[in-house]
């Protein structure tokens, strides 16, 4: 799952919040680096995304990206699911989506110090471009790939990969509309 999805997935306290961002960003051990509380989102995190690219639907999600970007399948359908989710947010959440995303992005300015520079330095774009109520549009899902090709330092095919959405935009959409409400009772059995 992308950013939307683990924050989404959160408990809704600023430091799960903000763990569950972090998973992305905080590398190797945390344990002397950060609060208890963001910890465990950092935990959630890791074990969301361990029940995602396990999971055999989201497997199948894969393997409908063509052969050539098959290498970076799995960040192309997390961006991809975190698409759905903003497009059908009402189905999951009763509050709205840009009430929701203003919290978050309150949540990280009020907490700007503690956060890694990678996300320090992406939170300002983040925030005038609105990525995470964006990702409605598939112009910010084309955005947000092109983004990643750019950030990642190997070579890749990246770009332009907006095309695979696209091209399985109903399977893809199907798929994720039967494996969230799973990931959503996983989150809900191990927070508990």
């Known amino acids: 799952m992308n950013y939307l999805a683990h924050l989404f997935l959160s408990d809704g306290t600023s430091e799960s919040l903000i763990g569950n961002l972090l998973g992305d960003f ?39 990206i063509g052969l050539d970007r098959r290498r970076f399948s799995g960040i192309m359908i997390d961006v991809f699911y975190d698409h759905f989710l903003a497009k059908n947010w009402s189905k999951y959440s009763c509050i709205p989506l840009a009430d929701f995303t203003n919290h978050v ?5 009020e907490h ?4 890694p520079d990678k996300l320090k330095n992406i939170l300002p774009d983040m925030i005038a471009h609105d990525w995470l109520a964006s990702y409605r ?6 955005r947000a790939i092109n983004g990643l090709s750019r950030r990642i330092k190997r070579k890749n095919n990246l770009f332009g990969g907006v095309e695979e959405l696209f091209l ?8 994720f509309s039967e494996f969230f409400p799973e990931l959503i009772d996983y989150t809900l059995t191990i927070s508990s």
């Open 26 to 64: 905080a590398k190797g051990s945390i344990e002397n680096i950060y609060p208890h509380e963001i910890i465990k989102g950092i935990y959630l995190h890791r074990k969301i995304d361990s029940f995602t690219d396990s999971h055999p639907i989201f497997r199948s999600s894969k393997r409908l």
């Open 137 to 142: 549009e598939i112009s910010a899902i084309d």
């Open 168 to 175: 399985n935009y109903q399977q893809i959409q199907s798929d």
């Open 105 to 109: 992005y309150q949540v990280l300015q």
């Open 112 to 115: 700007k110090k503690i956060l």
